[in-house]
Nanobody, 117 residues
Framework: VQLQASGGGLVQAGGSLRLACAAPRSIEPIAWYRQAPGKQRELVATFYSGILPLDRPNYAPPVKGRFTISRDNAENTMALQMNSLKPEDTAVYYC???????????WGQGTLVTVSS
C-alpha cells in the first residue's frame, strides 16, 4: 500500500472527524474521494483539476463549507477536516495520489466514516 489513510470512525451527526493520509516522498497526495454503500466512488476535495494545480482546493457541493482539505508538504501528508457531519457522509474515504515521476496514480486502502443520526 503506497498511501495510508487513517482517522475514520463512528461519530454522531453534527460531530467532527479529521482524516489523515501519509504518502512516500515519490507520491504527491492530491485528493480525497469517498464511496458510500451501493454507490460509485466520488470526489470529495482536490488540489488539482486534471493535471493542473488549482489556486485553491475544489470541493464537491455536498461538503463545501463543512470539509477542509490541507497538506503538510514537509511531511508529505494530507488531511481532511470534516465538520458538521451528516448521515449521508457515511462512506469509505480514500486518499488519492500521483507519482512525482510519472502519471501513475495511487489509492490508499480507505478509512470508514460512519455518521449516526
Amino acid at each position: 500500500v503506497q498511501l495510508q489513510a487513517s482517522g475514520g470512525g463512528l461519530v454522531q451527526a453534527g460531530g467532527s472527524l479529521r482524516l489523515a493520509c501519509a504518502a512516500p516522498r515519490s507520491i504527491e497526495p492530491i485528493a480525497w474521494y469517498r464511496q458510500a454503500p451501493g454507490k460509485q466512488r466520488e470526489l470529495v476535495a482536490t488540489f488539482y483539476s486534471g493535471i493542473l494545480p488549482l489556486d485553491r482546493p475544489n470541493y464537491a457541493p455536498p461538503v463545501k463549507g463543512r470539509f477542509t482539505i490541507s497538506r503538510d508538504n514537509a511531511e508529505n501528508t494530507m488531511a481532511l477536516q470534516m465538520n458538521s457531519l451528516k448521515p449521508e457522509d457515511t462512506a469509505v474515504y480514500y486518499c488519492h495520489g500521483r507519482s512525482r515521476r510519472s502519471n501513475d496514480v495511487y489509492w490508499g486502502q480507505g478509512t470508514l466514516v460512519t455518521v449516526s443520526s
